[in-house]
């Protein structure tokens, strides 16, 4: 059972260059799963919330590519709040661990690389629902 111990901020490889950083990461390599998805998000209105909820199975990368935000991970016994606001961290957030996005700046822009294909069924988006999972060790 995974605890929020196993949540991870990441520093990912960063090329300092006059002309500009780089950073990067390759399958496998800096990061504990494979990549079968990635989606960003973006625009995100002031003062919204995002992604309340735990994954089955789904495990994550989010990195703030640009902008900033937090993210809360939250296990049902201890909680943890990360921000992110520099492009060469990735905050790996392994299966079972409910977390909440917030706190966006104007022109957040954050890109989630997922272990699983899109699956409705794989989420869980009700934390009392969740605490009772956690509760009977079911996820
Ligand atoms: P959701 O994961 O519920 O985001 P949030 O918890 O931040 O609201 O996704 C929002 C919508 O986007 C939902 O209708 C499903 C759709 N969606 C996809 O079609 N594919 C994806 O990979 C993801 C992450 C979401």
Redesign the pocket.
């Known amino acids: 059972m995974m605890t929020i111990q196993d949540v991870k901020l990441l520093d990912l490889p960063k090329i300092c260059d006059s002309r500009g950083n780089l950073s990067f990461l390759e399958n496998n390599a800096q990061i504990p799963f494979e990549i079968k998805?990635v989606?960003w998000?973006y625009d995100v209105p002031g003062g919204e919330?995002?992604?309340?909820?735990a994954f089955r199975e789904n495990q994550e990368l989010i990195i703030a590519l640009s902008g900033a935000f937090d993210i809360l991970v939250d296990d049902g016994l201890s909680r943890k709040k990360y921000t992110l606001n520099r492009s060469h961290y990735g905050l790996y957030i392994p299966q079972g661990i409910w977390r909440v996005?917030d706190n966006f700046s104007t022109n957040a822009l954050a890109l989630?690389l997922?272990s699983t294909?899109?699956n409705?069924a794989d989420?869980i988006?009700d934390y009392e629902e969740y605490r009772r999972l956690r509760e009977a060790g079911e996820i």
């Open positions: 998805r989606y998000i919330d995002r992604e309340a909820h996005m989630e997922a294909k899109y409705t989420y988006i």
